[in-house]
């Protein structure tokens, strides 16, 4: 069973950048479909973009062009730049590890990315 640990986020200006990053442990990174997901108050979880462990990529409309997901699989861990941020962006980031064997979820704790002037 995977463990995850989210960093690096916190509060950025409308249009600036944050890069949020996903360390796993505990099981062989390799099995692991990562992904991010966020949700805002009030709103559903969203998927925000994920890789497969060949970095094949794909991202929610609403973030394409502007944030990039990207994987060390050395060091087992999964990022996400985030660049031209806006307010609606802010939410909190979800890590996920998706079991390609078992096809069971497992999910971070969460980190804050709050977008405001």
């Known amino acids: 069973q995977v463990q995850l640990v989210e960093s690096g986020g916190g509060l950025a200006q409308p249009g600036g950048s944050l890069t949020v990053s996903c360390a796993a442990s505990?099981?062989?990174?390799?099995?692991?479909?990562m992904g991010w997901y966020r949700q805002a108050p009030g709103l559903e979880r969203e998927m925000v973009a994920r890789i497969t462990p060949g970095a094949s990529t794909g991202y929610a409309d609403s973030v394409k062009a502007r944030f990039t997901i990207s994987r060390d699989n050395g060091k087992s861990t999964v990022y996400l730049r985030m660049n031209s941020l806006t307010p609606e962006d802010t939410a909190v980031y979800y890590c996920n590890a998706h079991d390609m064997r078992s096809r069971q979820d497992f999910w971070g704790q969460g980190t804050q990315v709050t977008v405001s002037s």
């Open positions: 505990g099981d062989s990174f390799s099995y692991y479909v």
